[in-house]
């Protein structure tokens, strides 16, 4: 426990967490993408700084930037440490410290931020981003970084080579290791030395030497035709001189994972991939397990009421069937099938949904149709309607993605 303690002392952890989210819309239409909803009780940004937190490193700062008051209120009012211990999650919005601009990328942002670094004056610096849906013990990245003496140690995760020109491609030496190139989408992607037919995928997430991180910054910060980006920018200059690292996300051991979602990581950057990974969640053996109480996923949990299930007449049944419903949710005389359901949310009778995520507060009116669909907080979908039934229908007045998921925002009306 001690050695434990003496390396979280040593460690300062940034999650970047300005993102806009354009691909969310209308999701993020009024709230920064790591403070999107997730899973009926979380919000995106829960997912790191609960491995984080698990992992003993409680010296956190989110950086904030687009539409942050939802996030910063969020973090506010449940990421609470102690502070006679020395812990903090703070969120810390961009300041202009560095002149009259804000954050121009993420390499900026921690360039703005050096007085963070300066304050704690850390050894090694963790920087995750604050949009994926996964789990991982950092604790291992670090050991596996300071034992390889590298600059920056990124962690890969293994897809198919076929799927490279999806991601950020780490390319490594023949010891399988050394990062010999960092390429964006690439055509014509190698496959790794111990399997051709993978690649390895950056997470966006990294361990950082100091010294080494500060001064790339530095460096970067002085170039007017830099973008500033961590991984288009940063990681690159530290591959050219031969100072990074791969760590093997499949090395990496969750305590209670299972081996069905041992390994899982979700890039949740489109409407599409969103929603996969809701329904990730609810399969009989979940392809992404939130009941590991071993490596537990906090976020703040109201003093809502136990879901409630209420009727039993004919077809007038309150039931959920393949489903996760949130405490203060009620379904009432109807059917929900393969759903998510988050707080407060009302479901009256003899309504049908099917395939759909509802977020805290929506209203489904009796005899409603929803199916395949993300219904943001507090929408309400008057007696009879219809959403996911008519696509055609639905195009003219919500978003309906690629794979034809229709997604109604915030405050949104629904037509009768």
């Avoid at 992992?55 to 973090?75: E, N, P, W």
């Avoid at 919005?93 to 990328?105: S, T």
């Avoid at 991984?231 to 001189?241: D, K």
């Avoid at 959920?320 to 419903?325: C, E, K, L």
Wanted: contains cysteine; hydrophobic residues 40%.
């Amino acid at each position: 426990m001690d050695s434990v303690r003496d390396m979280a002392a040593k460690v300062l952890a940034i999650v970047l967490a300005g993102g806009e989210g354009k691909r969310l819309m209308p999701l993020t239409t009024d709230r920064a993408k790591p403070a999107v909803p997730f899973g009926g009780m979380y919000r995106m940004v829960d997912f790191v700084l609960s491995n984080l937190a698990n992992a003993g490193f409680l010296k956190i700062v989110v950086l904030t930037q687009y539409k942050s008051h939802s996030l910063d209120r969020h973090i506010t009012q449940t990421w609470r440490m102690s502070t006679m211990l020395g812990n903090y999650v703070t969120p810390v919005p961009a300041q202009q410290r560095r002149g009259p601009w804000w954050f121009a990328g993420s390499a900026d942002a921690i360039y703005q931020s050096f007085n963070l670094i300066n304050d704690e004056q850390p050894e090694y610096v963790i920087v995750f981003g604050a949009d994926h849906i996964y789990r991982m013990d950092p604790r291992q990245m670090v050991d596996d970084h300071i034992a390889s003496g590298a600059a920056v140690t990124v962690a890969g995760i293994r897809q198919p080579l076929s799927m490279a020109d999806q991601f950020g491609v780490i390319e490594v030496g023949e010891d399988g290791r050394r990062i010999r190139a960092f390429r964006e989408k690439p055509t014509d992607a190698v496959g790794l030395p111990d399997a051709p037919d993978q690649i390895y995928a950056s997470m966006g997430n990294y361990v950082f030497s100091t010294g080494a991180l500060c001064e790339a910054v530095e460096r970067d910060a002085e170039d007017k035709t830099s973008k500033h980006d961590m991984g288009g920018s940063i990681i690159p200059m530290l591959v050219e001189r031969g100072e990074a690292n791969v760590y093997d996300f499949k090395d990496n051991e969750v305590p209670g994972s299972t081996d069905r979602d041992r390994g899982y990581w979700r890039d949740v950057g489109t409407l599409d991939s969103f929603y996969d990974a809701h329904m990730d969640l609810i399969n009989v053996h979940p392809v992404f397990n939130l009941y590991n109480f071993d490596w537990p996923i906090y976020s703040m949990q109201p003093p809502y009421p136990p879901a409630k299930f209420v009727h039993q007449w004919g077809e007038r049944v309150g039931r959920a069937v393949g489903s996760m419903v949130s405490p203060g949710a009620v379904v009432s005389g109807s059917l929900v099938e393969n759903s998510i359901v988050s707080p407060k949310v009302k479901v009256h009778s003899w309504a049908h949904v099917d395939g759909a995520v509802l977020m805290e507060g929506v209203e489904i009116g009796r005899h409603a149709v929803v199916r395949r669909a993300i219904l943001d907080k507090n929408v309400y979908v008057p007696e009879g309607a219809e959403i996911g039934v008519d696509l055609e229908k639905d195009r003219q007045r919500y978003t309906v993605s690629d794979n034809g998921i229709v997604v109604i925002g915030k405050g949104q009306r629904v037509e009768p």
